[in-house]
């Protein structure tokens, strides 16, 4: 019996040790990781990053080869730190920071030592290697601007910080990521996939070959060419126009929202924020808060409307029938209300006005009394503004629009409860003529450039309008995201349109912008001069008013829409009128025949204006 107990224990013994072995080795896969991640090298083959296309296929950005001296700190070896600095070109004290980092992030992980060295750096380097074990080189792609304009819009890539590691395990340090522009918003698309190599290691950690004969290698993948709708030629010549102004150029393609241009001024060119100059020009640029070349005024500026915003009172009013086309109003160079008889100011023209001449003499009084019926046909105020918004934001004012840029704002229309807040809280005491600045967008309407021309898109199409959008294509597909592709109806009926499309018409043939018209070309625009105040020293000063435009051309079957925002522009034809007449005519026909407003534009700059902040000289206010 004690045989048989004997044998028991050791087969059952050897049971359990043979079981053990088995989880360990078969089953269990985390030691032989362990073992493997210390006897394999993993290196990576990065991709190219996709290219990107304008509208008519010219080519905006490629790749360049780029190098960088990685090094794995555990395989460091004792070094001549001199010659290692010389031939780089970098401080010891700078060096040592660097490799002390590396270690932090991680000993056995590469990181980058010195990035993107140059084609001639990286020759004479590659001879030297084999003298600093632990170090080696890995190529990667820079972008290769061909173009100098589109910054805004094109973004630009840098190394990939702590919490995008975190976030997403296929950067690793020292990757490339997308981080402003269609760059950041098509990151996924653009960046590919890396091919990975796995390098086995002997006991000595000599390389002695692919681990396995390379059967778990893969290659890289690149990225996707991207089709973008910008028309670099529209751009070009927009950003030139604005050259020594400060603003926003906003041009749309009304049937389909793709964004024909998209100009920011100050910018700067795309290639400037490329290869190891870009910390030290990205510095220049960020701390520059004057200009602010990397502040996008068209989808961040946040400005008041003007009077561009009275052709959606206008249908407003139409909509909710509290005015027709032929009622008229008197204007005796302004309007007066409440009890002490108040007065919203507006410039000298012919008097009463109906609704098309009201648009195109850009009536204050006129507005005045529209906006005040659409508030107080309701029982109370509250109700009246509220519906008012709700009509606002189907223009898409005071959001974010949807579309797929990588920055924006989203404006402001107030609401019942912003006023209820601003007056006589908690009693709701006031009225229409509380906030009668609504009536020609000024007070707390606030938009961008790219509302103001998704706005016109709206009133071109009588109606509807597309997701403004800046991708065409990926990989020579069609987008087919039906946030761009199905059309957003605004609250008001289509037949409410004509008179304000025929209103903005006679803006160019006998209204404000009369001296703006492009023989060959029915253009429809609405001036506007908007109030422009900030802080200096603490006090509230008016400087001088924005210049802003907008417009769509033909009248029928319009191709392009745009809004044009000049700061410190004096009134609405000055500059941003002169601007989208030029910009139409350049779309439109692909030539300039109205040299003279080229010719103004051109050789006329704001730089002065800007400065009176900073020089005390007095501004221009309402002039």
């Given at each position: 019996?004690?045989?048989?107990?004997l044998?028991?224990?050791?087969?059952?013994?050897?049971?359990i040790?043979?079981?053990?072995?088995?989880?360990?080795?078969?089953?269990?896969?985390?030691?032989?990781?362990?073992?493997e991640?210390?006897a394999?090298?993993?290196?990576?083959?990065?991709?190219?990053?996709?290219?990107?296309?304008d509208?008519?296929?010219?080519?905006?950005?490629t790749?360049?080869?780029s190098?960088?001296?990685?090094?794995?700190?555990?395989?460091?070896k004792?070094?001549?730190?001199l010659?290692?600095?010389?031939?780089?070109?970098?401080?010891?004290?700078?060096?040592?920071?660097?490799?002390q980092?590396?270690r932090?992030?991680?000993p056995r992980v590469?990181?980058?030592?010195?990035?993107?060295?140059?084609?001639?750096?990286y020759?004479?380097?590659?001879?030297?290697m084999?003298?600093f074990?632990?170090?080696?080189?890995?190529?990667?792609s820079?972008?290769?601007?061909?173009?100098y304009?589109?910054s805004?819009?094109?973004g630009?890539?840098?190394?990939v910080?702590?919490?995008?590691?975190?976030?997403?395990?296929?950067?690793l340090?020292g990757?490339?990521?997308?981080?402003?522009?269609?760059?950041?918003?098509?990151?996924?698309?653009?960046r590919g996939?890396?091919?990975?190599?796995?390098?086995?290691?002997?006991?000595?950690?000599?390389?002695?070959?692919?681990?396995?004969?390379?059967k778990?290698?893969?290659?890289?993948v690149n990225?996707?060419?991207?089709?973008?709708?910008?028309?670099?030629?529209?751009?070009?010549?927009?950003?030139?126009?604005?050259?020594?102004?400060?603003?926003?150029i906003?041009?749309l393609?009304?049937?389909?929202?793709?964004?024909?241009a998209?100009?920011?001024?100050?910018?700067?060119?795309p290639?400037?924020?490329?290869?190891?100059?870009?910390?030290r020009?990205?510095t220049?640029?960020?701390?520059?808060?004057?200009?602010?070349?990397l502040?996008?005024r068209?989808?961040?500026?946040?400005?008041?409307?003007g009077?561009?915003?009275?052709?959606?009172?206008?249908?407003?009013?139409l909509?909710?029938?509290?005015?027709?086309?032929?009622?008229r109003?008197?204007?005796?160079?302004?309007?007066?209300?409440?009890?002490?008889?108040?007065?919203?100011?507006?410039?000298?023209h012919?008097?009463?006005?109906?609704?098309?001449?009201?648009?195109?003499?850009s009536?204050?009084?006129?507005?005045?009394?529209?906006?005040?019926?659409i508030?107080?046909?309701?029982?109370?105020p509250?109700?009246?503004v509220?519906?008012?918004?709700?009509?606002?934001?189907?223009?898409?004012?005071?959001?974010?629009?949807?579309?797929d840029?990588?920055?924006?704002?989203p404006?402001?229309v107030?609401?019942?409860?912003?006023?209820?807040?601003?007056?006589?809280?908690?009693?709701?005491?006031?009225?229409?003529?509380?906030?009668?600045?609504?009536?020609?967008?000024?007070?707390?309407?606030l938009?961008?450039?790219?509302?103001?021309?998704?706005?016109t898109?709206?009133?071109?199409?009588?109606?509807?309008?597309?997701?403004?959008?800046?991708?065409k294509?990926?990989?020579?597909?069609?987008i087919e995201?039906?946030?761009y592709?199905?059309?957003?109806?605004t609250?008001i009926?289509?037949e409410?349109?004509?008179?304000?499309?025929?209103?903005?018409?006679q803006?160019?043939?006998?209204g404000t912008?009369?001296?703006?018209?492009v023989?060959g070309?029915?253009?429809?625009?609405?001036t506007?001069?908007?109030?422009n105040?900030?802080?200096?020293?603490?006090?509230?000063?008016?400087?001088?008013?924005?210049?802003?435009?907008?417009?769509?051309?033909?009248?029928?079957?319009?191709k392009?829409?745009?809004a044009?925002?000049?700061?410190?522009?004096?009134?609405?034809?000055?500059?941003?009128?002169?601007?989208?007449?030029?910009?139409?005519?350049?779309?439109?026909?692909?030539?300039?025949s109205r040299?003279?407003?080229?010719d103004?534009?051109?050789?006329?700059?704001?730089?002065d204006e800007?400065?009176?902040?900073?020089?005390?000289?007095?501004?221009?206010?309402n002039?």
């Amino acid at each position: 019996m004690r045989k048989l107990l004997l044998y028991l224990i050791i087969i059952t013994t050897g049971i359990i040790f043979i079981s053990r072995l088995f989880y360990l080795q078969i089953y269990n896969t985390s030691y032989a990781s362990l073992s493997e991640d210390n006897a394999i090298k993993v290196i990576y083959d990065y991709p190219q990053r996709g290219a990107i296309y304008d509208r008519n296929g010219k080519l905006l950005v490629t790749n360049q080869p780029s190098y960088d001296v990685m090094v794995i700190p555990r395989e460091l070896k004792p070094f001549d730190t001199l010659e290692f600095c010389s031939v780089l070109n970098i401080s010891k004290d700078k060096l040592i920071r660097r490799l002390q980092k590396a270690r932090s992030y991680s000993p056995r992980v590469p990181s980058i030592v010195i990035p993107q060295l140059t084609k001639d750096e990286y020759a004479f380097l590659q001879e030297k290697m084999r003298k600093f074990e632990g170090f080696y080189i890995q190529k990667r792609s820079l972008r290769d601007y061909q173009t100098y304009h589109a910054s805004n819009v094109l973004g630009y890539i840098g190394e990939v910080n702590d919490a995008a590691i975190r976030k997403d395990p296929y950067y690793l340090s020292g990757d490339l990521i997308g981080i402003d522009g269609v760059e950041k918003q098509y990151e996924q698309e653009l960046r590919g996939i890396k091919g990975v190599k796995r390098i086995q290691k002997d006991r000595f950690n000599r390389d002695i070959g692919p681990y396995k004969e390379g059967k778990f290698d893969t290659l890289p993948v690149n990225g996707k060419d991207l089709q973008i709708t910008i028309d670099i030629a529209l751009q070009k010549y927009g950003e030139r126009l604005m050259v020594n102004k400060r603003g926003g150029i906003v041009a749309l393609e009304p049937s389909t929202g793709e964004i024909l241009a998209l100009v920011t001024a100050p910018s700067y060119k795309p290639e400037l924020l490329v290869g190891r100059k870009r910390s030290r020009e990205f510095t220049k640029l960020f701390y520059d808060t004057i200009g602010k070349p990397l502040f996008d005024r068209g989808v961040k500026g946040e400005y008041p409307p003007g009077s561009p915003f009275k052709t959606i009172n206008a249908l407003i009013g139409l909509q909710e029938g509290i005015v027709d086309t032929q009622e008229r109003f008197s204007c005796h160079m302004g309007y007066y209300y409440g009890k002490t008889n108040r007065r919203l100011g507006c410039h000298s023209h012919r008097s009463p006005l109906n609704m098309i001449p009201g648009i195109a003499h850009s009536c204050n009084a006129y507005f005045a009394n529209v906006y005040r019926r659409i508030i107080e046909k309701y029982d109370t105020p509250q109700e009246g503004v509220d519906n008012w918004k709700k009509h606002v934001e189907s223009f898409g004012l005071g959001n974010y629009l949807g579309n797929d840029l990588s920055a924006g704002r989203p404006g402001r229309v107030p609401s019942a409860a912003d006023y209820n807040k601003q007056y006589d809280y908690p009693t709701y005491k006031w009225y229409a003529t509380g906030t009668i600045s609504n009536a020609i967008g000024q007070g707390e309407v606030l938009a961008t450039p790219i509302q103001l021309a998704n706005m016109t898109a709206a009133i071109a199409n009588r109606g509807y309008f597309h997701t403004p959008h800046i991708i065409k294509a990926i990989d020579n597909k069609p987008i087919e995201d039906k946030n761009y592709t199905v059309p957003k109806k605004t609250s008001i009926d289509k037949e409410h349109f004509e008179p304000v499309v025929e209103g903005m018409h006679q803006v160019y043939t006998q209204g404000t912008a009369s001296f703006l018209q492009v023989e060959g070309i029915d253009i429809c625009g609405k001036t506007g001069t908007a109030e422009n105040y900030t802080k200096i020293n603490g006090e509230r000063v008016q400087l001088t008013d924005h210049s802003v435009f907008i417009a769509f051309a033909p009248k029928e079957n319009p191709k392009i829409a745009l809004a044009v925002f000049v700061e410190n522009g004096y009134w609405g034809a000055r500059y941003a009128g002169r601007i989208a007449s030029l910009m139409i005519e350049k779309h439109l026909k692909n030539s300039i025949s109205r040299k003279d407003l080229e010719d103004w534009v051109l050789s006329h700059s704001l730089e002065d204006e800007y400065a009176k902040p900073y020089s005390n000289e007095p501004f221009k206010i309402n002039q």
